[in-house]
């Protein structure tokens, strides 16, 4: 039911000066570490199962996986082109595209009748989109691969955008609109990122009433016409025999046009105006701290430097963060975060600590001291060996499943990253030393340039935020637009 | 690059919140005979003098393993007053042993019940209701907070996380449910020993260190999760309401008054009760082979102090007799769900409730999604799911809905009492009832491709069933389920009186209602 630390992969980053520099000398106090003695034999080789790379003469990138322990075949074909791309009049237009395109089906089947069909079998061809990609996926028992494959392609070349639902999904994004200030975590988040990358950026601007109302079937055509030009990416894994599937793809595939390169987009990345944040929330009795700032992007060679910070900062349960605000103090529950990096632009810097109300002040404080402390405490070698053993030795839970190994190569090819980037990377991590850390978080940690960001019940809020001594207190307007309704009426919703 | 749905407002509440969500969890189909074959040349089973279970399922793919731990004691098992006490002795398995986690636990002992004979004398002042002395409570406050000074000073913190995760360990958690406690990990395949003596010892040899500070970590997470979550607290009222004597009504983190005074001398005393090995299932999957690590598993795991299964709860929940119905009037989105009393996972019917729950909620092709969401368009999502909040005893068959813009919880509760109605006036069609028993099938098949989760429902269906072989054998009750007998099961529980609701109604915000002091942030338009 609950578990003992929330989100631990999305953010935890910790902290702990004090923690840093007592527990070495409490570890030489301790007189015996009988687990030091159990033997660690050699590993069992192992080399991860790549898949066959297929490029096509038009460009379109094909990956099999072979996996023969259960009778499934599952694919995915993706396309370049997500809500980053959107015109903002039109905001939540691909989250609508990735509904209906799906549930309205083809020319041949309608939406309905492929629910019919599919679920039947216990097969799924579903289709979705996100802020840089949209894609058609399916899955089936072996047994009926051909049939759901023809099935999931004909949905890709032959979509029919049904205006009925179109409105299914757009009365879906509209609950999701008007519901988006009832929890407090959606909040922060949200918040959050629109202070680092500012609230009108490709990278957040959120989906209004108005928005989702502008988008028209002919938009969704117009999209789907658009992107389908664009460089695809095939993955198919499972029990299937590789040169039957090989012919099929290329069948399918190679009779496309040569694939349009997509143009390079120029995104500013300012970060956020330094200073202090709030939303006020009356019906909760714990406060969302979000301390953010810009973060760089995986391409950077700074990025197996700033890994190792991240862990000290916030990796796990030895981490300073935790160590500091949860075990320490009792502060919080969910505390962690670090410096983001994406793959083909800036993430941002994010430390989230959830505390009581009346303690909003002291969390942020120890959570902001941590994050100084980067620069300020210098690093010790037990927090380094600490954080390589920690990502070296889980290293290998990323290819340990055949279906890890195909998403790993995919994600590597959409952002044009090499296909040996994980054996690189890894590299790179051996070799981070003290100084790589110290200098990374000198360079990228930058205490007056971040954001604190809090969502709570003001008048619990005691001392008040003020007392960060961060200068003036700004509200953030989260009201939700509601245009062309009457007030009072359906959709209401409070901020 | 990765599918978002939108937002499943209770599923992503009712996936966090109940782990233990066991049975339905992997849906059970029947196997084909040679599906159980296959497996029992994999898995090697074992249960030690002291009466634990172990659990070997060799699948050497790649060079690691994950396991899980699985006590069937959970929050049911918290004494009355001491709501929140099984998932507070969660926490405290983390904290270490005699030998990890201290400096000098000799020491660190004599401290340790300092700390207990502190906290005894100042909670036994601050529960006075009549001449409680307010400068004592302060003075036994202090005495407390500086026996637990002391007791930090051997304290080396979360080393025993720290030396799983420098040696590997991925996903490192551990969940507690009403039913049972669940601890569980990944590591590579070399640290299978280390693996052994760390968790062995924590089920063994559990130290009470840093509780106190642990219990305010443990209010946090309620705040997060309950207090500071509308669905949150309606789920809570909505199980309070609907139970009258068994203990799946009460708040399972724990009511905050509770949680508070519970102390670590309770904790050890719920650990020495229920953590003993004929209560203990412990499954490993990967690449393991039972030969050679069997009497390492062995030699570790017979540490845990023998005993017998500890008695199940007296408690059953009478019959109800009147509907109940809650109404929650805040400014947050209106929300409805709806409960009725259904028996254990042991019943006989137990598949049908799992084929009703199919038929109603799964996917597109659902009664409820093609009712409410598809044709009369009033709902964003509307599933019925079970058993709910456990399955050990009597539990829910539960209905909800999210009603879009411009509905109301009303309108949602007819619509999902009609499609009921259905189900109890006619049969399901003979493709629905299909489509279930393929379904079910092909969902455990999916499910034998993960370490992680074939590790969890091993344990379960052996502490469950007695016997792993369950998981597959469940093809069978899966197999016999009739349109009659859904139509049966339907007629039998979904009665009024035999139902408890709960509905947030959304108040408008009180007219100019910007917040003292932060005039533009106020929720008026």
């Known amino acids: ?495 | 690059m990765q599918n978002r749905a939108y937002p499943r407002f209770l599923k992503n509440f009712v996936a966090a919140a109940a782990a233990a969500l066991i049975i339905a969890a992997l849906p059970i189909a029947t196997l084909r005979a040679q599906d159980l074959k296959s497996f029992e040349q994999k898995i090697t089973t074992k249960v030690l003098s002291n009466g634990l279970t172990l659990i070997i399922c060799s699948r050497p793919d790649a060079p690691v393993f994950s396991y899980n731990t699985f006590i069937d004691a959970g929050d049911v098992d918290d004494p009355t007053g001491d709501s929140g006490l099984a998932h507070m002795f969660e926490h405290l398995a983390f904290k270490g042993t005699t030998e990890i986690g201290t400096t000098d636990y000799a020491a660190e002992k004599v401290a340790l019940a300092k700390v207990e004979e502190t906290n005894k004398a100042y909670e036994a002042e601050y529960l006075k209701q009549v001449g409680k002395d307010p400068k004592k409570l302060e003075e036994l406050h202090k005495a407390f907070l500086e026996a637990q000074t002391e007791a930090h000073k051997y304290v080396v913190p979360n080393q025993f996380t720290e030396v799983a995760e420098q040696n590997g360990a991925s996903g490192l958690n551990a969940s507690t449910g009403l039913d049972d406690t669940q601890y569980y990990w990944s590591m590579p395949e070399n640290r299978l020993e280390l693996w052994a003596w760390l968790e062995s010892a924590r089920l063994a040899d559990a130290v009470p260190r840093e509780f106190y500070k642990e219990r305010d970590v443990v209010l946090e997470e309620r705040r997060m999760r309950t207090d500071s979550n509308p669905i949150g607290r309606l789920v809570e009222q909505f199980l309070a309401t609907a139970y009258v004597a068994h203990n799946y009504g009460r708040s399972s983190v724990g009511w905050p008054s509770e949680v508070n005074q519970l102390s670590a001398t309770e904790a050890m005393e719920f650990h020495s009760k229920y953590y003993v090995g004929g209560n203990i299932v412990v499954t490993v999957v990967g690449d393991v082979d039972a030969k050679t690590a069997m009497p390492i598993l062995e030699k570790y795991f017979s540490k845990v102090p023998a005993g017998p299964k500890p008695e199940d709860l007296t408690t059953v929940e009478p019959r109800q007799f009147a509907e109940k119905s809650l109404i929650i009037r805040e400014q947050t989105q209106p929300f409805y769900i709806e409960g009725y009393h259904r028996p254990s996972y042991h019943d006989p019917d137990d598949a049908v409730y799992d084929a009703i729950q199919d038929i109603m909620s799964n996917g597109r092709v659902s009664r409820l999604y093609r009712s409410l969401v598809e044709q009369q368009q009033i709902a964003a999502e509307a599933e019925g799911f079970s058993p709910f909040p456990g399955a050990k005893y009597p539990n829910l068959f539960a209905f909800y809905a999210v009603p879009l813009p411009g509905h109301t919880p009303a309108e949602m509760r007819d619509a999902i009492h009609k499609e009921i109605d259905k189900l109890k006036s006619a049969e399901v069609t003979d493709a629905e009832l299909q489509m279930y028993k393929t379904r079910a099938r092909a969902d455990l098949l999916r499910g034998l491709a993960d370490n992680q989760g074939l590790a969890n429902a091993l344990s379960e269906y052996q502490t469950r069933y007695g016997d792993w072989r369950e998981l597959f054998l469940q093809l069978d009750r899966v197999d016999k389920v009739t349109k009659a007998d859904i139509r049966r099961v339907a007629n039998r529980i979904f009665v009024g009186s035999n139902r408890t609701s709960a509905e947030i109604d959304t108040e408008a915000p009180p007219a100019g209602a910007g917040k003292p002091g932060d005039g533009k942030n106020g929720g008026a338009e």
């Open chain 1, 1 to 495: 039911m609950r578990s003992m630390m929330k989100g631990a992969s999305t953010i935890l980053l910790a902290t702990a000066t004090l923690a840093a520099i007592a527990s070495p000398s409490v570890l030489t106090a301790q007189q015996s570490k009988p687990w030091e003695k159990i033997p660690i034999p050699a590993m069992h080789e192992f080399k991860p199962h790549q898949p066959t790379r297929i490029q096509l003469k038009n460009g379109i990138v094909v990956f099999l996986q072979e996996d023969h322990e259960l009778p499934f075949v599952s694919g995915s074909v993706v396309i370049p082109g997500g809500e980053r791309d959107v015109e903002p009049a039109k905001a939540g237009l691909v989250g609508m595209y990735g509904e209906a395109w799906r549930t309205s089906g083809t020319e041949k089947m309608s939406g309905d009748a492929m629910d019919d069909f599919l679920e039947a079998k216990a097969a799924h061809v579903e289709t979705g989109g996100d802020i840089d990609s949209t894609e058609v996926s399916w899955d089936s028992l072996k047994g009926d691969a051909n049939q759901v494959f023809e099935l999931a392609m004909d949905l890709l070349f032959h979509p029919k955008f049904s205006e009925e639902k179109l409105q299914l999904a757009q009365q879906q994004a509209a609950a999701g609109i008007v519901r988006r200030n009832d929890d407090e975590g959606a909040i922060a988040t949200r918040e959050a990122s629109k202070l680092v990358y500012g609230a009108n950026s490709p990278y957040t601007r959120q989906p209004e009433l108005a928005t989702i109302g502008a988008v028209t079937v002919a938009d969704m055509q117009a999209w789907h016409d658009r992107t389908l030009k664009g460089k695809l990416i095939v993955a198919i894994a499972g029990d299937f025999d590789p040169a039957a599937m090989e012919a099929k793809v290329r069948a399918t595939f190679e009779r496309l046009p040569t694939v349009a390169a997509s143009s390079p987009r120029h995104d500013e990345f300012k970060g956020p105006t330094p200073g202090v944040y709030f939303i006020n929330k009356d019906d909760v009795n714990q406060s969302n701290v979000e301390i953010v700032g810009l973060g760089t992007d995986r391409r950077n060679p700074d990025v197996p430097a700033l890994a190792v910070m991240n862990e000290i900062l916030g990796g796990g349960f030895g981490s300073r963060l935790f160590q500091k605000v949860r075990t320490e103090l009792g502060l919080a529950y969910a505390v962690g975060g670090g410096l983001g990096f994406d793959y083909d632009h800036p993430g941002t810097l994010r430390v989230e600590v959830l505390t009581k109300s009346p303690s909003t002040v002291d969390a942020t404080k120890a959570a902001l001291t941590e994050i100084k402390g980067l620069t300020a405490e210098p690093f010790s070698d037990v927090e380094l060996k600490r954080a390589k053993d920690n990502i070296l030795n889980s290293f290998l839970f990323r290819y340990d499943t055949r279906d890890k190994v195909l998403a790993e190569r995919v994600k590597l090819e959409f952002y044009g990253y090499p296909a040996d980037y994980l054996e690189t990377y890894r590299t790179a991590l051996e070799k981070v030393s003290l100084a790589d850390v110290t200098q990374a978080a000198k360079k990228y940690i930058q205490p007056a340039k971040l954001a604190v960001l809090v969502v709570g019940n003001e008048p619990e809020i005691k001392p008040g935020l003020d007392s960060l001594d961060m200068g003036a207190v700004h509200p953030v307007d989260i009201t939700i637009k509601q245009p062309q309704r009457p007030a009072g009426t359906a959709g209401q919703a409070r901020q």
